[in-house]
């Protein structure tokens, strides 16, 4: 499982890849089913190398159908909207069904599953593949994630204590959830928390233990920790000033973001 890869956790599966096959052939009368070894060739391989030599080389795809928040290659740069571009190239179509990818993460969700929990509660918050956007309910489900100790969830809770969304704001959860998330390695954790310590959001305000949660995560590629790691060295808070050094991550967090576009 990729998370086994990522976190280094084990993660208890719901059936085997066997069951897994079986149930797609006798359910959905599907020809064959290939399954991609995630390894960490897979893991850094570049998005379009997924898409050009993977998806359609090597398996001669004509016809992509994904879920709507489906993420592919190095770091998920990839995702629907990269793919359908990518794929136009080829002449190759794609499809998302939002509805379906909601009903087969509940069922996930149920079994308690971290990952399918915290993107069924993105499904609640931002109204997709769902009736309506319910707060409340995606706050739930992140909360559910996040005492299983899963980064993402741990990251998006702490983001509803921060800003009220389907509970009652409370900084000091919010640090604790980042916190959290941050000591496991998860750089979206390790910039929230940066956030709350130079703001003193939660915590005591500290701008030097703050650059230096920017900086791991900044060694990880995170653009909002590298825009933060540059407006520290340009301003020289919590780190002596370095305009050049500034620059440079403000030049690497604007590519970072072109690309995600």
């Known amino acids: 499982h990729p998370d086994t890869l990522v976190f280094h956790q084990p993660v208890p599966l719901l059936n085997t890849i066997e069951d897994r096959k079986w149930l797609m052939e006798t359910r959905f009368g599907l020809d064959e089913v290939l399954v991609a070894h995630f390894d960490q060739a897979m893991m850094e391989m570049p998005w379009e190398s997924f898409v050009d030599d993977y998806l359609i080389g090597d ?29 136009s190239l080829h002449g190759v179509g794609v499809e998302e069904d939002p509805r379906a990818a909601v009903e087969w993460l ?63 704001k409370d900084e000091a959860r919010a640090a604790e959830c980042y916190l959290q998330a941050a000591e496991q390695g998860y750089a979206p954790g390790q910039t929230g928390l940066a956030r709350c310590l130079l703001e003193g959001q939660g915590v005591r305000a500290d701008p030097a233990q703050a650059v230096i949660w920017l900086e791991r995560a900044a060694g990880q590629e995170d653009p909002q920790a590298l825009t933060l790691l540059g ?15 500034a620059e440079e991550c403000l030049r690497r967090a604007a590519a970072l973001e072109q690309k995600g576009t």
């Not at 709507?68 to 794929?87: I, M, T, V």
């Not at 509940?106 to 918050?125: E, H, I, T, V, Y």
């Not at 992140?142 to 204590?161: N, Q, S, V």
């Not at 407006?231 to 050094?245: F, H, S, Y």
């Open 59 to 87: 398996l001669g795809a004509k016809h992509v159908i994904c879920g709507h928040d489906f993420s592919f290659g190095y770091r998920g740069q990839g995702n629907p909207a990269r793919l359908r571009r990518r794929c």
């Open 106 to 168: 509940q069922k996930a969700a149920d079994q308690d599953f971290p990952r399918a929990l915290d993107l069924l509660g993105d499904c609640w918050m931002e109204g997709r593949g769902v009736d309506c956007v319910d707060t409340w309910r995606a706050a739930e489900l992140y909360r559910r994630a996040a005492e299983r100790e899963y980064p993402p969830a741990l990251c998006d809770l702490g983001l509803c204590y921060e800003n009220a969304t389907g509970v009652e």
């Open 231 to 245: 407006e520290c060295l340009r301003d020289g808070r919590g780190v002596p000033a370095d305009p050049a050094q």
